[in-house]
C-alpha cells in the first residue's frame, strides 16, 4: 500500500521525470536523477546499509559517475552511472551481499518486482466509486454559480470595453496554443515515455526486499573446504546407485593428471614466450610489408582467450580435495604457479602488441579497451594465485574480480578518452591519421582539433571514411581535411545553438562551444 508520502512524490517524480528526460540527450538530467534518487535512498534511512562496505564504496561511485555525467556526458560515464545506482539498489535491499553482480541482479530483480506490483498499487491508491462520485458532485456545485456569474460579467465587460475584449482575445488565443502544444506531447511515444518514467520513480520510491540471491550466496565460503564424501573427478558408482564410493588411488589419479597438464603446457608456454621475448621484448621492428594491424587483431584475442582458458583450468583443478593432497600438493602448487607467472608474461606480450599498434596506428577505443582488460587479467592472475597459495575459493575470486571490473568501469567513466585520442593522434608525428575517425567524435573533441590543425599539414597520409554507397576509406589532402574540420565546427555549432538546453548540459560542450565561438 503506497503511503501519503508515496502517493505525492510518484506524481511528482513523473513530472520530472518527463522535464529532465524528453527528448534531451544525457547529461546534467541524468546526474540531477541520479543525485535524487540516491537522496531518497539515504532519506529511508539504510541503517544496516550502511554497516556494509560494498555499500559505501558503490555510494561514492554512484556520486562520482553523476559528477562525470555533468562533466562529460559520454557513454562510459551513463553505463558507470546507471550500474551504480542498481547496484546501490541491490546493496540497499540486501546488505549481506558481497558480489558486485549479485547486487546488481538484486537491484535488477527487485525493480521487476516494484514494476509488477505497481499496477495493483495504484488501483489500489485510488479512491472508491461512490467516493469519486460524491466528491465530484460536491465540486460541480460548489463551482457552478461562481462560474456561472464570471461567465456572465465576462461577456458585458467584453461588450462594454472594446480593450478588454482584444486583451481577452489573446489571452484565449494564447490558452488555445498551450492546449494544441499540450495535445501534441500526447502522442503514442510520448505515452510510452511517461510509462517508463512512472516505472523509474516507482523503482526509487519503492522497495521490495528480494532476498534470494543474498541466501544463495551465502552458501558459499570465502575458503576451499574439505570434503569427505566427492574427494575426486575420477570417481566409480557403487552398482546399487545409492551411495558414491571412490577408491584410494582416485584423489592420486587426479593430481597426477593435474601435474601432466601443468608440466606439457608450462613446456609448450616456455617456447611461446621465449619468441615472443626474443620477437617482441627487445628491438621489434616490423617491415614495410608486415600487417601489423592482422597481426595485433587474430594474435591478442587468441592470446587472451587462451589465457582465460588457462585460469579456468587451474580453478577446475584446485576446485576441491587436491587443495589438501599433502603428498603431491607442493610440486603441483609451484607447477601451477610457474604456469600463471608465464601468463602474466603472455599477458605482457599482449599489450606489447597493442602498444606497438598504439605506436605506429594511433589511439582508438578498442586499443584502450584492451589496455585495461589486460590490467583486470593481471589482476586475475593475482587471484588465481591466492587460490592456488591460501586455498580461496572461486566465490572469493569472483568477489575479488567484480570490485576490479567495477573500480575499471568507474576509470572509463571519469576518464576523458575522446580528447586524449585525439590529442596523441595529432601530436605523435604519425605517417597517416584517421580524420574521419576524428571528426566522428563528440563535439567537445572539436576544439582540440583546431588547435591542432596544422598538424595536417605535415601528415603524408591522412584518411577518412568514403560515402555511404561505398565502403573503406580514401585518401584526402590536407586543406580538404580543414574544410572538412571548418563545416563539422559550423554545423556542430548550429546544432548546438538550436538543440542545447539545461536538462542535456554538460560542462565538456559548453566550454567548447564558448571557445570555438570565440575563435570566429
Known amino acids: 500500500m503506497l503511503n501519503t508520502t508515496q502517493k505525492w512524490l510518484l506524481p511528482v517524480g513523473l513530472v520530472l521525470f518527463d522535464v529532465l528526460f524528453w527528448e534531451q540527450h544525457i547529461g546534467l538530467n541524468l546526474a540531477l536523477y541520479t543525485l535524487m534518487a540516491v537522496a531518497v535512498l539515504l532519506a529511508s534511512r539504510p541503517q544496516s546499509a550502511w554497516r556494509s562496505g560494498y555499500f559505501r564504496l558503490v555510494l ?12 562529460y ?38 525493480a521487476a518486482e516494484v514494476l509488477a506490483g505497481l499496477p495493483n498499487l495504484l488501483v489500489r491508491a485510488l479512491p472508491s466509486r461512490q467516493t469519486k462520485v ?31 475584449r482584444t486583451l481577452a482575445d489573446k489571452v484565449w488565443a494564447s490558452v488555445a496554443a498551450w492546449l494544441a502544444k499540450y495535445f501534441e506531447l500526447l502522442s503514442w511515444g510520448h505515452l510510452l515515455f511517461l510509462l517508463v518514467g512512472l516505472a523509474s520513480t516507482a523503482v526509487m520510491l519503492l522497495r521490495v526486499p528480494l532476498p534470494g540471491l543474498a541466501q544463495w550466496e ?16 575420477f570417481a566409480v558408482r557403487h552398482p546399487d546407485f545409492r551411495r558414491r564410493t571412490f577408491r584410494s588411488s582416485d584423489l592420486r589419479k587426479e593430481y597426477l593428471g593435474a601435474l601432466a597438464v601443468f608440466g606439457l603446457v608450462n613446456l609448450l608456454l616456455l617456447a611461446v614466450n621465449a619468441i615472443d621475448i626474443q620477437w617482441l621484448w627487445f628491438g621489434f621492428s616490423p617491415e614495410p610489408s608486415f600487417n601489423l594491424a592482422q597481426f595485433v587483431h587474430e594474435g591478442t584475442y587468441v592470446l587472451i582467450f587462451s589465457i ?49 599498434y598504439i605506436s605506429h596506428m594511433g589511439l582508438a577505443y578498442k586499443r584502450i579497451g584492451v589496455c585495461f582488460f589486460l590490467l583486470l587479467t593481471l589482476f586475475g592472475l593475482v587471484t588465481i594465485l591466492l587460490k592456488i597459495w591460501q586455498r580461496r575459493s572461486a566465490f572469493a575470486l569472483v568477489r575479488l574480480n567484480s570490485v576490479a571490473v567495477y573500480l575499471v568501469l568507474l576509470s572509463l567513466a571519469l576518464g576523458n578518452w575522446e580528447i586524449w585520442i585525439a590529442r596523441y593522434n595529432l601530436t605523435s608525428g604519425f605517417r597517416q591519421i584517421d580524420y574521419g575517425f576524428l571528426l566522428n567524435m563528440p563535439g567537445r573533441v572539436l576544439l582540440e582539433l583546431v588547435r591542432h590543425r596544422a598538424a595536417l599539414a605535415s601528415t603524408l597520409s591522412i584518411t577518412t571514411e568514403k560515402t555511404y554507397s561505398s565502403y573503406g576509406t580514401q585518401t584526402i ?15 556542430w555549432r548550429a546544432y548546438y545553438q538550436a538543440t542545447a538546453s539545461w536538462q542535456d548540459w554538460t560542462y565538456a560542450d559548453w566550454q567548447a562551444y564558448r571557445q570555438l565561438s570565440q575563435r570566429r
Open 218 to 233: 551465502a552458501r558459499f565460503a570465502e575458503v576451499v573446504l574439505r570434503r569427505r564424501d566427492g574427494v575426486a573427478s
Open 60 to 71: 561514492l561511485g554512484t556520486v562520482v559517475s553523476a559528477g562525470a555525467v555533468a562533466w
Open 308 to 356: 582465460l582458458l588457462a585460469m579456468g583450468i587451474v580453478l577446475w583443478f584446485f576446485r576441491r580435495n587436491l587443495n589438501f593432497y599433502q603428498p603431491g600438493l607442493p610440486l603441483l602448487r609451484w607447477g601451477a604457479t610457474v604456469w600463471v607467472v608465464q601468463n602474466a608474461i603472455l599477458a605482457v606480450s599482449v599489450g606489447l602488441r597493442n602498444y606497438y
Open 477 to 491: 589532402k590536407a586543406d580538404a581535411a580543414q574544410r572538412m574540420l571548418d563545416t563539422r565546427i559550423a554545423n
Open 73 to 110: 556526458g559520454s557513454g562510459a560515464a551513463a553505463l558507470a552511472c546507471t550500474a551504480s545506482l542498481l547496484m546501490l539498489w541491490g546493496y540497499a535491499n540486501q546488505p549481506p551481499l558481497k558480489q558486485a553482480g549479485l547486487a546488481l541482479l538484486t537491484g535488477l530483480g527487485a
Open 134 to 164: 460524491g466528491r465530484l458532485g460536491w465540486y460541480v456545485r460548489l463551482l457552478a454559480m461562481p462560474l456561472l456569474v464570471l461567465g456572465i460579467f465576462h461577456v458585458l465587460f467584453a461588450l462594454a470595453n472594446p480593450r478588454y
